[in-house]
């Protein structure tokens, strides 16, 4: 069994740091207490701070000026998608709105798709169609599926989808074992999905971006509901 990773003191003050801003404790706009106040508060020196503020001003919450200070940037003016799987991590609430963005996203990819494939994508797409029904277990299932939706990205020939596609995924990574309910028959999750790859294969682009529609709005039914049952679990624990 692999170990576990081992959480630093710059791991904690940076989660610590973190939240702090996220639930606006430290807003927009602000400026943090001197790095020794800070250091004094937190039980650390003021190396292990400058190392927390350094992972935090990479990630995009806070930006330090020479002589001024360190002030917690405008993510939401400011930011790029790149911080999604840290707000959902703070915060599943963005999970809706992630999906507000899969859906129109997803089914304007599958139109491109349709319109734009080549053969051998189009072969792709059906193999790796298949690999969904071959699939064994849940995570394996996701997986395939998600294999699938990158594909389709792929076949617009927009690198630009290819990058977003890869983004809404990466924003679930935080919560994607409360997100497995549609992927849990393996049989299933194929016939689900097959009406995208059918009408891509078909040229038919706006029955693959219905079927897309379809597809994206039955599929984040069941993963919201997953995602509250999760919650609720997590509610009855405390």
Do not use: C
Request: aromatic residues 4%; charged residues 25%; without cysteine.
């Amino acid at each position: 069994m692999e170990a576990l990773p081992r959480e630093t003191v710059v791991d904690v003050l940076e989660k610590r740091l973190r939240e702090d801003i996220l639930a606006g404790r430290h807003p927009a706009g602000s400026y943090l207490p001197p790095e020794r106040e800070l250091a004094d508060g937190f039980g650390v020196n003021r190396t292990t701070l400058k190392h927390a503020f350094g992972r935090l001003a990479q990630s995009g919450l806070l930006e330090t000026r020479h002589g001024v200070g360190t002030r917690v940037r405008d993510f939401l003016r400011l930011g790029g998608a790149d911080l999604l799987p840290m707000l959902v991590r703070h915060s599943p609430d963005w999970i809706g709105e992630i999906f507000e963005v899969r859906r129109s996203i997803g089914a304007l990819i599958a139109e491109r798709a349709a319109d734009r494939a080549t053969e051998a994508q189009v072969a792709e797409l059906r193999a790796l169609l298949a690999a969904v029904g071959d699939a064994d277990g849940a995570d394996d299932v996701q997986l395939a599926d998600a294999e699938v939706h990158r594909a389709l990205a792929r076949a617009t020939g927009n690198r630009v989808y290819v990058l977003l596609t890869n983004t809404l995924f990466n924003a679930y990574l935080p919560v994607r074992a409360a997100l497995v309910g549609p992927f849990t028959e393996a049989g299933a999750a194929h016939d689900r999905l097959a009406p995208v790859v059918e009408a891509v294969a078909a040229r038919d682009s706006e029955a693959a971006r219905v079927a897309a529609g379809t597809y994206l709005s039955a599929t984040e039914r069941i993963m919201l509901e997953g995602l509250a049952r999760s919650g609720e679990r997590r509610d009855g624990a405390l």
